[in-house]
């Protein structure tokens, strides 16, 4: 007997309020991925396609639109995983790829790794000639390092005397905000997890979140759903947020107490703010932050995509 499909997407946990460019491409990414898995196709290929969208729009922090590091590079991390037989790919530290969640499908599915990082993993994307983007222009390099700057307070003479690392020791108002991720249902019941970003404002150079650590920023086990997180991955890593909600939906807890305990704990534990799509395997979902904000949307199908940018807190 097949199942009804679902489908889940979010662009970030954090302050700022959503635009409306950001409702329309979330909105337009949901319909992509639900399309599919209308038509049968597996939830890892949903997943993957509605996170494409939001990659190649430029209105996010991930793909074509990721914030850069301290040294002007642009480099980003993504993560898939199935929850059939927990496979599962990622890449760390990508530069010059439009879609990062392609590279971490063709490292699930082409390679006997979990986690390819750095020049390797841009290497390895090359290789299998997926999309390209340019990179950043020194005048692009030079904005976001004034911008990244001027939102940590530092003054003008401040900026010039200290080298970028100095800065990043003098100030730690570090940001997450506008990364983003999907989860999906299919008509088998198969769940699937995903996300990308280009990480964090005033981030050194080299620096990785949670979002390409399984576990951490994903996860998905048929005996239990599919997570996707959004937030400071300083937080989210050291809770291994993922596999702790998934544990708790595989012990019979319902998504929104799931989320609801796991976030408590890591505000608790590790003052750590985040959000989190959470799918379990029967279809009930929850979406949930302990921001501001979470910009975030769901579909089954009936009526419109819905969209937000507040949830269950
Ligand atoms: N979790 C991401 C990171 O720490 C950022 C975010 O979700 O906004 O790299």
């Not at 990659?55 to 590079?73: I, P, Y």
């Not at 439009?98 to 063709?106: D, F, K, N, Q």
């Not at 300083?234 to 019979?252: F, H, M, N, Q, T």
């Not at 799509?277 to 979470?294: E, P, Q, S, W, Y």
């Amino acid at each position: 007997m097949t199942k009804p499909p679902l489908i889940l997407a979010h662009g970030g946990a954090g302050k700022s309020p959503m635009t409306k460019a950001q409702r329309a491409c979330l909105a337009e990414a949901l319909a992509s991925g639900y399309e599919l898995l209308r038509r049968g196709a597996p939830s890892i290929d949903a997943v993957e396609t509605t996170i494409k969208i939001l990659e190649g729009s430029g209105v996010f922090n991930a793909g074509v639109g990721s914030c850069l590091q301290l040294d002007g590079s642009k480099r980003m991390d993504a993560s898939i995983m199935e929850g059939r037989d927990l496979r599962a790919g990622a890449v760390a530290g990508i530069e010059l790829v439009r879609h990062p969640i392609s590279a971490a499908r063709l490292v699930m599915e082409e390679t006997a790794h979990v986690l390819l990082v750095g020049p390797s993993a841009t290497r390895f994307a090359r290789h299998w000639k997926l999309d390209r983007q340019s990179p950043p222009t020194r005048a692009q390099q030079k904005a976001a390092s004034v911008k990244a700057m001027k939102r940590a307070g530092l003054s003008g003479a401040q900026r010039r005397t200290l080298s970028v690392f100095a800065q990043m020791q003098t100030r730690s108002r570090r940001e997450a905000r506008d990364t983003v991720g999907a989860v999906a249902l299919d008509r088998d019941g198969t769940a699937a997890a995903g996300a990308s970003t280009g990480g964090i404002a005033l981030m050194l150079p080299g620096r990785v979140g949670d979002t390409p650590l399984i576990g951490c920023g994903v996860y998905a086990d048929n005996e239990a759903g599919a997570v996707s997180m959004t937030g400071l991955g300083e937080g989210i890593i050291r809770l291994a947020v993922a596999k702790e909600i998934a544990d708790r939906l595989a012990g019979g807890a319902s998504p929104v107490m799931a989320v609801r305990l796991v976030l408590a704990k890591l505000a608790t534990r590790v003052q750590g703010r985040a959000g989190a799509l959470v799918l379990a395997k029967d279809g009930r979902f929850a979406i949930a932050h302990n921001t501001a904000r979470m910009t975030a949307g769901y579909w089954n199908g009936s009526g419109k995509p819905v969209v937000k940018d507040k949830f269950e807190r």
